[in-house]
């Protein structure tokens, strides 16, 4: 009878163990466009790697609340995290471009010389890491420190942890291009240039309106 209690703990231990790993597929591409090939990706908890096929294309065993890491000499870092509802993951690498990174990446087989080429001389803008981001909310929960994001699609509220209120809201301001109290929620984060958090004393410039604190969205139209 005891040996059928083990064996019957251990099969639940299995069957638990199995049940918290499950397999994230995904895609590398630079530039948005070009795919990624060669590209290890570790997963942090569950400790497997993987290479990234010539379509850019990975599949790797992860753990709940796993991290997915992705470094290579040519690129930015990325990290991302794995939840629940994480089954498939479209990353794209931001290159770090130089006359060095560019002979790496061709020699190491990242990119192909002529898509690499013409990507780095006619593409520079589609090179943002915002590019990684569904939409301008997921951005600034995913970057900003101290900034928290409310809700769900259609009806985002964005707070400043810090910021002091005196309005009946305590929602922060957004400044787009210049034009104060902008609404961002169609904003494509591949299009913005530049993002800067403002609180507390540095705000006053905006009145009663900025007591929340102030988002400074600069994007590449606007330039």
Known sequence: MRSLFLV?????????????????????????????????????KSKSTTI??????????????????IKAETFKTVSRKIDKHTDSLLINLVFMDSKKNMDIAIGYGYMKKEDLTFAAEHMQ??????????????LLKGRFPGVTVDGTSGSYRVFIRGAQSINSSSEVLFVLDGSSGANIDGLNPCNIKSINVIKDGMAAMYGTRGSN???????KRGN
């Open 213 to 219: 604190g102030v988002i400074v969205i600069e994007t």
């Open 8 to 44: 019957a703990c251990c099969l639940l231990f299995t069957s638990v163990s199995i049940a918290q790993t499950r397999v994230v597929h995904g895609v590398l591409t630079a530039f948005n466009k070009y795919p990624v090939a060669n590209i290890e990706v570790e997963a942090k």
């Open 125 to 138: 803008q589609e090179n943002n890491e915002y590019c990684n981001f569904a939409n301008v909310y997921e």
């Open 52 to 69: 990234s096929d010539s379509l850019g294309n990975f599949s790797i065993v992860c753990e709940e609340k796993d991290q997915i890491k």
